[in-house]
């Protein structure tokens, strides 16, 4: 039986209560900020109720951006980045469950040398190879191209090691089985690893989308054409401006967390239990 303790309930409350504030309150102040008129934020006081301009807002970001601070119109920004995250996130899953799948039920020499030099990868910062990987895709002409924003950020060390893990869990009589049975092995990766990997796959799905969403170095590295500029990078152009347009650039906030959320909110249940078969 668990003891009662009031006082622990109290501040374990409060805990979150504060945890929750501080998370939700700079959210709030962004929804506010996106529905003020030009000069109310202006003024040294934060209003703490909305405006009347939310939709007037909100329509000029999406149609039109902030053309003197060299951020085309959002719903463009907005596109770019959902086609470069979903180009990474489905290349990143589909090379490592197929690279997983030939390291854990193939027999190849060096095959756990490979695995190891993949593994070893994840020890090297973005910066130790941004410049040879810029001067690479440079050569091949895929500058301002979403080939150039997606592809060479495909690859995944750490998807790869978690299939790997969770491909070693499974018994080998079902392999066993599936061979009794006449099945090849892309029918056994078809028909057996790829339904038990469901969950694993959604939980990396919403971690990689994100990854790929949030990018801002290496975009701002290889885009200078305006019509392949994510989101991310719209909203730094617009802050450096000389005088930024702050109900505009928070509208573009507010349209720039939306789609994260909403991966995250639709496969919230897939995502929590992929996270916790992972771990067993």
């Keep these: 039986m668990v003891e009662n303790r009031p006082w622990a309930n109290f501040f374990a409350h409060l805990t979150l209560m ?22 109310d934020l202006l003024r040294g006081t934060l209003p703490m109720l909305p405006g009347a301009h939310g939709i007037e807002n909100f329509t000029r970001m999406w149609q039109s951006g902030v053309s003197n601070a060299g951020a085309p119109p959002a719903g463009m920004m907005l596109w770019n980045s959902f086609v470069m995250s979903m180009a990474i996130t489905v290349g990143k899953l589909s090379i490592s469950l197929l690279s997983a799948f030939a390291i854990v039920y193939f027999r190849f020499r060096f095959r756990m040398f490979f695995f190891w030099v993949i593994f070893v990868t994840l020890m090297l910062p ?12 440079a050569d091949l002409n ?28 499974i018994p080998e009589e079902m392999l066993e089985a599936a061979r ?27 971690i990689m989308f994100i990854y790929g969403w949030n990018q801002y170095l290496w975009p701002l590295l290889i885009t ?29 906030v507010v349209m720039a967390a939306l789609p994260p959320v909403l991966v995250i909110l639709f496969m919230q249940r897939l995502f929590v239990k992929g996270l916790t078969e992972t771990e067993k």
Excluded: C
Aim: aromatic share 12%; hydrophobic share 55%.
């Design 142 to 169: 895929m500058l301002n191209s979403f080939a150039g924003l997606s592809i060479p950020l495909i690859a995944s060390a750490t998807a790869t090691f978690l299939f790997r893990q969770f491909f070693m869990t």
């Design 126 to 137: 973005v910066e130790v190879r941004i410049i040879p990987t810029f001067q690479v895709v």
């Design 180 to 206: 009794v049975d006449g099945a090849g092995p892309l029918k056994f990766f078809k028909d057996i690893l790829m339904p038990l990997s469901v969950t694993n796959i959604a939980a990396l799905f919403v």
């Design 18 to 39: 504060i945890g929750v504030a501080v998370v939700v309150f700079p959210v709030y102040v962004a929804l506010v900020a996106s529905t003020q008129a030009p000069g």
């Design 224 to 252: 200078t054409d305006p019509d392949y500029y994510t989101i991310v990078m719209g909203i730094q152009r617009m802050t450096s401006e000389e005088n930024p347009q702050w109900h505009l650039i928070m509208a573009a």
